[in-house]
């Protein structure tokens, strides 16, 4: 049985806080199929939820299709009311998709096909005989693991901002408001007055998810003082570093504890507009969020007189247009003006003159998704997570090469190890751990001695990363850590804004030197030229964005400088990335003639025949190292030096 | 140059239509403040890109001086001078996808082209950019055709690919 919303007349109900814990009373028990763990082998539940995951990881995986069969079936078998398929938000395990998890029980599926759609109804559905086929297999014993929950990827996750990941249906309020959504608002705009909300908040240590980690409650608190009439609330949704999709997955799983969060802050701080400042290249974050504001409205939640309790908040979809310096907050205001989004210095900082020059507070998505769950729970609850100084949990987009990329949410303090090798699942390929990367362009590298590191703002910092937002790349032995440096500083250097001078020119230097010493021009006293230019944009840069930007290479000299030297003494990439420094041979004692790498080689610089030893002609070789991957692993005739 | 030039020239690019419907985005945002980048991206939607004269026309519509519509157009990468292939290729070149060997996709790409990255063959039938991240990491290296997305791409599979448009 599916709620629809109440009506009455043609409109829908604008609810309050008693009629809003009336409805989700009379949802809850629709979704409480979804957390029920209680199977009876071979005996058919009466109505079973199957969960799709569809973000676009498992999109472009072909998980629309996976659903479509699923309903297709359903229909066929006319058994609609004992099964409903729902698509939800990013469930996390994205390594696996397409991936679903079949309530009650929460048995977990993986890779799965449109056609796997048939068994899974047979037998699952109809049968109460889950498919072992399709399940998780444990990395050790290669037994199936039914249950999600018994899944190392989860079980060491603690979800917080994540709570709903795979577990409602993103477009639909009732979902949300079935699990107590909007129940902490309606708390904030009755019951607290903003020094009630803002001593919760500073109760609970949540401290800013964008990266920077400043106090949430302390910010709050400085535009609650802020004297005016107009205030802004915003979100900072530009989540712009590599290798980064937190933000991503919070707004497409569960895009009304953004909002919620929002009218908690604006509450606090005395708003009632609002914006939310999202990237143009996730157009289904946009979508969802823009849906979600539109249900909200309709039922009262959101715009004129909330819950009836004469509290307004108007919020506006800020649609980004590609420039990763208005990540930054002076310059995302900036941009909302409509102009370029350049930074301004602080002071005066937001909370006081902010956009349009009103005090503003602008929080990250993360950061706006522990709000609700603080509200509800209380500050001490959130605190009684996490170290000393870094409370609760940090989203992590888990990349790179590691077996289980996916979505991570774990307390604060959690070793590097267990987010890499246990939940991560490990390197692919069964190569070796070289290095952690994170915090995007701004954060380095923390490299195999150091993975016990805990993951918190001090221990990563100490490091020598930062926490960042939350991209974790892990890189094994193949990475080149002087081409990682030189990635990210293309990057800094491309993205640069050009206002201020030691970031315009600083990064372009540095680039510079780099780009010499991968191409195998490096000279003696480049690495303390590095040194000297990066402490000259750290220091006298205007934002964040130069501020940082020396890190990566600040740290992969830290850590790896042997590499540094060897690309530059030696003219050797000890890696064999760096195209200019590495060369291709055949070993004539170990080549079979397969013809392979002849085959392949993408400039045809590959000459012999069957039967005839293969011969790399080196002045048409463009180094791709296409020969040396595929080299059957067997012969391992290709030689790299 | 005067409206009445402006527009016959602009009509040689653009058909009276789609001069029309840009009209209308103006009427809807005119007044409101910072309101230029959501109009830029809606004018770029319909018209595919945004030449100089055609920011010209716009710094007329929306009452703001060209200096202003060239400045906002030139910082943002979402807005494009050049015209757009009818399918538009984009190559994540964010971390993820480059320490899995998204760089030689895009050369790969440049080479069968015979174009580079950020330019438009002369068909206009493809044109060829990178980005950074379209949050996609799991499918790491990831290049974009139009809407559809191809994950963990093989420089082999690159010419494959493009066979199907």
Known sequence: MILKFEKRGGEMERLNPRTLTEMAEKIAPSLAVRFSDEVKPGEPAEQYHLLVCGAPGCHATRSLQVMERLRQEITLRNIREKALVVETGCNGFCAKGPVMTVYPGGVFYQYLRPDDAVEIIEEHILKGAP????????????????????????????????RHRGLIDPEKIEDYIGRGGYQAAAKALTEMTPEDIIRELKASGLRGRGGAGFPTGMKWEF???SEGPIKYVCCNADEGDPGAFMD??????????????MIIAAKAIGAHHGYIYCRAEYPLALRRLSIAMDQAKALGLLGEDILRTGFHLDLEIYQGAG??????????????????GIPRPRPPFPAQKGLWGKPTVLNNVETYANVPQIIANGGLWYASLGTEKSKGTKVFSLTG???NVGLVEVPMGTPLSTVVLEIGGGIKGGKKFKAAQLGGPSGGCIPAQHMDVGLDFESVTAAGAIMGSGGLIVMDEDACMVDVARFFMDFCKDESCGKCTPCREGTKRMLQVLERITKGHGKQGDIELLEELASFVKDASLCGLGQTAPNPVLSTLRYFRSEYEAHIGEQRCPAGVCTALVHYEIDPEKCKACGMCKKKCPVDAIEGAPKVVHKIIQEKCIRCGTCYEVCPKKFSAILRT | MNQMKLRERLLEEFSQEDLERVGKI????????????????????????LPDLLQEWIAVGMNVPMARVFGVVTFYSFFSRVPKGRHQIKVCLGTACYV??????????????????GSVTPDRKFSLQSLRCVGACVLAPVMMVGEDTYGQVQPEKVKEILATY
């Open chain 1, 131 to 162: 498919v072992e086929r399709l399940m998780y297999k444990d990395q050790a014993t290669g037994r199936p693991i039914p249950k999600m929950k018994d899944i190392p990827f989860f079980s060491l996750q603690k979800t917080i901002a994540l």
């Open chain 1, 223 to 225: 535009a609650s003082k």
């Open chain 1, 248 to 261: 991503r997955s919070v707004m497409e799983a569960d895009p009304h504890a953004v909002l919620e969060g």
């Open chain 1, 323 to 340: 420039a990763f310096v208005c990540g930054e907050e002076t310059a995302l205001m900036t941009s909302i003006e409509g102009k370029r």
């Open chain 1, 401 to 403: 090469n590691v077996n």
């Open chain 2, 26 to 49: 103006f009427e809807r945002y005119r007044g409101k403040p910072g309101a230029l980048i959501p109009v830029l991206e809606e004018v770029q939607a319909v018209t595919g890109y």
């Open chain 2, 100 to 117: 899995r060997g998204a760089g030689k996709i895009l050369e790969r790409l440049e080479s069968e082209l015979g174009v580079k990255e």
